[in-house]
């Protein structure tokens, strides 16, 4: 899931070095953290918050596939 939210991340950003994943790990449920450069977050986010959410949708499909539920953070 870290490195999905990373590739994804990364081809989004000017700033491709500058992303940065971390994943807290529960028993039944992940937390995602991503932060990216300041400039970038914008990008990430999209408008109305559509790539923001486009990325949850995805990660929540990938999660439902090995059976446990991960949310995604946008770290500013």
């Known amino acids: 899931m ?12 000017d700033h491709p070095d500058q992303v940065q994943v971390n994943e807290i790990e ?3 449920t992940s937390v995602i953290e991503l932060k990216v450069a300041k400039e970038d977050l914008g990008k990430v986010i999209g408008k109305q918050g559509r790539t923001a959410r486009a990325m949850r949708t995805i990660l929540s499909a990938a999660s439902t596939k090995i059976r446990k539920r991960a949310v995604l953070e946008i770290i500013e």
């Open 26 to 28: 529960g028993e039944q």
């Open 2 to 13: 870290k490195e999905l939210i990373k590739f994804i991340a990364q081809a989004l950003v």
